[in-house]
């Protein structure tokens, strides 16, 4: 019999995690900081310094638990006695009660107690329905956006919207909740199908038109090594998108007035995907779509030139996303205002807009709706 030393495997050792960036969201108590990096994730020191607590939950979807739960999960227990794992259905068809419920039930069902801290890993619906349970579950406890789509770590992880969608409206049971922290670890985009990528396109070309021109200008430049992902190019995109929101949710945390402008191609997306049914095109498309008619609107009332309508047609389309509007049904046009009546901007049953200027400048205004009716049509014709 040979004796010989049992070689253990060296364990697969995850990159260096590595800070690029930290934007806070000025928010007085409620402030919190957006960590931008690589290889976060994996890193205990990421999750340092958080509300303290003996248990996390850990929730998630089944796309996304595959990919990451299990190095969330043990990067966390140095901190916590217990970590929980909710794995929810996928998708935004699944933004919903029943879903919703799922995560009180194995909450409860554990003994989830009122200082529990909930971690939302994954794309924005997954942050949207975290964050909103984490707003009711003993009437408030603490939880982290780990935003794992180019989406979600641009926007919606940031600025405490938190809500469900309901079969009228996007969106429309919710709450205003800021999470304590957001963790955007850029090594988790390499798994995202291209699509998807391309819905966190639409929302970080919004910027430019609502804010920052120069920003416009830059997206513009480098849209081919955003959609190659180039790994210095997306990092300048994330780092950008969030300190623009955080600056406009800084000053309007409950969108009294200035947040408004983050609404941007919206109304018309919103429409579109309720329309459709819940999931038909991802928020993102219909986003960059809404954009595009949202800037033949402001043409329309002498805001934009039609050159400039055109040059963010071109964007978007070289994002990968739609440009043309879906139909609706046999009366395509009444069916769109009439979901867009429900939009939250809606005032007194008169559709609100975003609208923007050349300058990098959005206001909210009504508009007539024999003039909306004008860009559906317009617009209209993808299938
Ligand atoms: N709260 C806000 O301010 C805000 C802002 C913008 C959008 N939203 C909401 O966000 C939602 C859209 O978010 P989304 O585009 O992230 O969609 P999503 O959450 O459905 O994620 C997109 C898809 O990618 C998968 N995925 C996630 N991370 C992955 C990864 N790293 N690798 C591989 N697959 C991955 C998901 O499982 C899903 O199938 C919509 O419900 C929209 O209303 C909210
Ligand atoms: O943060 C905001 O404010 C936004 O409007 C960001 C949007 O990209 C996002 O889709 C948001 O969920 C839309 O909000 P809603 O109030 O119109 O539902
Ligand atoms: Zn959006």
Redesign the pocket.
């Known amino acids: 019999m040979t004796t010989s030393a049992v070689v253990a495997e060296a364990p697969v050792s995850a990159p260096a995690a590595t800070v690029l960036h930290t934007v806070t969201i000025d928010l007085g108590e409620r402030s919190y900081p957006i960590v931008i990096g690589a290889g976060l994730l994996d890193d205990p020191a990421t999750w340092a310094g958080l509300p303290r607590a003996s248990c996390a939950a850990i929730v998630t ?4 638990a595959p ?2 739960l299990a190095r969330l999960r043990a990067a966390l227990q140095p901190h916590y006695a217990r970590v929980l794992e909710v794995v929810l259905p ?3 068809a699944h ?1 919903d009660w029943p879903t919703l419920n799922r995560i009180f039930d194995a909450l409860l069902a554990a003994g989830a107690d009122r200082k529990t801290v909930l971690f939302a890993l ?7 329905m975290t ?1 909103f349970a984490a707003a009711c579950y003993m009437r408030g406890v603490p939880f982290v956006q780990v ?6 770590q641009v ?9 469900i ?1 309901h079969p009228l409206g ?2 429309m049971i919710g709450a205003f909740y800021q999470p304590a922290r957001v963790v955007c670890d850029l090594a ?6 291209p699509r ?1 990528f391309a ?2 396109l639409a ?1 970080v070309i919004k910027y430019g038109p609502i804010a920052d021109a120069a920003f416009q200008d830059w997206v513009e430049a480098n849209i081919e090594r955003l959609v190659a992902r180039d790994a210095a190019a997306l990092a300048y995109a994330v780092r950008r998108s969030c300190e623009i929101k955080a600056a406009v949710v800084g000053q309007d945390e409950r969108e009294s007035g200035l947040r408004a402008i ?1 609404n941007f191609g919206h109304t018309f997306g ?1 429409a579109i ?1 309720a329309g459709l049914g ?2 038909v095109w ?3 498309e219909a ?1 960059g779509c809404g954009m595009v008619m949202a800037a033949e609107l402001s043409r329309r009332l002498g805001l934009v030139s039609a050159a400039w309508v055109a040059r963010l047609e071109r964007l978007v389309a070289a994002a990968g996303l739609p440009v043309r509007a879906p139909t609706l049904g046999a009366d395509n046009t009444a069916r769109y205002l009439e979901l867009m009546r429900i939009d939250k901007k809606a005032e007194g049953g008169e559709i609100r807009f975003v609208l923007v200027n050349e300058a990098g400048q959005a206001m909210v205004r009504p508009v007539p709706d024999a003039l909306v009716a004008e860009v559906i049509e317009a617009r209209g014709s993808a299938t």
């Open positions: 979807n089944t796309v996304v990919l990451y996928d998708g935004e933004k994954g794309g924005g619906v997954i942050g949207d964050g935003p794992t789509t180019l989406l979600a926007d919606s992880s940031v600025g405490g919207k938190t809500a969608n996007k969106n988790t985009l390499v798994t995202l199908p998807e819905a966190g929302e983050l919103h995907e819940y999931g991802l928020h993102g986003v």
